[in-house]
């Protein structure tokens, strides 16, 4: 089946550690996204990238990092520089430029005890 | 002014019942508009794009005015399984280099049996 798995479903991260979310798509997609949601608040755009090796900060980028070696892989890095990282996180990915619309993996909940 | 403004409700409605939310855009310039549909802890999943005037799938018709600036889902013979929060995202260049897509806070519906 093509899809987006992103893993893991749920984590818990002391204060002061790095962690790493995976997103993973099969579906031949160019573009991919990261995006965090908080509860009251829409999504909100961490990194994008169109193409391999490459990859834009969106609006709240700070205190994360991404790599894109693979057009099959984003992942996110939520460094100990990000203050307030509990949230659900959302991996989303689109064809470039036949389509706008993103579709997403079933995200990621995060959070710092 | 918030980019993308809906009331959070929430909208509760027995079943059968007819509903519609609106959701105003505040660039005059978006190109392109999507209903997407998040059930609780759960990835938001498209639900109809609006391109033109509008458009109908089954039981949904989401219509757009653009002079107004504000888009409207509505859904007639409301199910149970309706029940969900409804995502307004607006995008504001088609097809763009960016396809940076503005969400809006999602609004609450809740049918009642």
């Known amino acids: 089946d093509g899809g987006i798995t992103q893993s893991p479903k749920y984590l818990f991260r002391k204060e002061g550690q790095n962690v790493t979310l995976s997103c993973e798509q099969n579906?031949?997609?160019?573009?991919m996204y990261w995006y965090r949601q908080d509860p009251g608040q829409g999504l909100r755009l961490i990194y994008y990238?169109?193409?391999?090796?490459?990859?834009q900060k969106g609006d709240i980028a700070e205190g994360y990092s991404v790599s894109r070696e693979k057009k099959e892989s984003f992942p996110l890095t939520v460094t100990s520089a990000q203050k307030n990282p509990t949230a659900f996180y959302l991996c989303?990915?689109?064809?470039?430029?036949?389509?706008?619309?993103?579709?997403f993996g079933p995200g990621t909940r995060l959070t710092v005890l | 002014r918030k980019e993308v403004e809906q009331d959070p409700g929430p909208f509760n409605v027995p079943e059968g019942a007819t509903v519609a939310f609106n959701c105003t855009y505040s660039?005059?310039?978006?190109?392109?508009f999507f209903w997407y549909r998040q059930d609780c802890r759960k990835e938001p999943k498209l639900l109809m794009s609006v391109y033109s005037s509008g458009n109908e799938d089954g039981r949904f018709t989401a219509q757009l005015n653009r002079a107004s600036q504000y888009i409207s889902l509505l859904i007639r013979d409301s199910k149970l399984s309706d029940s969900a929060t409804y995502l307004c995202?607006?995008?504001?260049?088609?097809?763009?280099?960016?396809?940076?897509?503005?969400f809006g806070t999602g609004t609450l519906l809740a049918v009642q049996p």
């Open positions: 660039n005059s310039a978006s190109q392109s």
């Open positions: 989303a990915s689109k064809e470039w430029e036949s389509t706008d619309t993103q579709y």
């Open positions: 995202v607006v995008n504001p260049e088609y097809g763009g280099a960016t396809n940076k897509l503005i």
């Open positions: 990238s169109q193409i391999v090796n490459d990859f």
């Open positions: 579906l031949n997609h160019d573009a």
